[in-house]
């Protein structure tokens, strides 16, 4: 009833396999401060995430 995974994204590539039909699927992901993550051809770790929009201020 639930599998929790925790892997060193340093060192690791993962695919997400389209093999659960109609379940829900939750991935979440924690990152540790500390060093910058870089790949196995040097180039340096970034995140792809869109900034929120800011909310807007109430008069």
């Not at 994204?9 to 829900?24: E, F, K, L, P, W």
């Not at 970034?46 to 909310?55: D, E, L, N, S």
Request: glycine residues 8%; hydrophobic residues 40%; without cysteine.
């Amino acid at each position: 009833v639930g599998d929790v995974a925790i892997w060193d994204n340093r060192a690791t590539q993962h695919y997400a396999v389209n093999d659960y039909g109609d379940q829900h699927r939750v991935v979440r992901r924690a990152t540790v401060d500390g060093d910058v993550p870089v790949g196995v051809d040097g180039r340096r770790s970034i995140t792809h995430v869109k900034a929120a929009k800011p909310a807007a201020k109430a008069a």
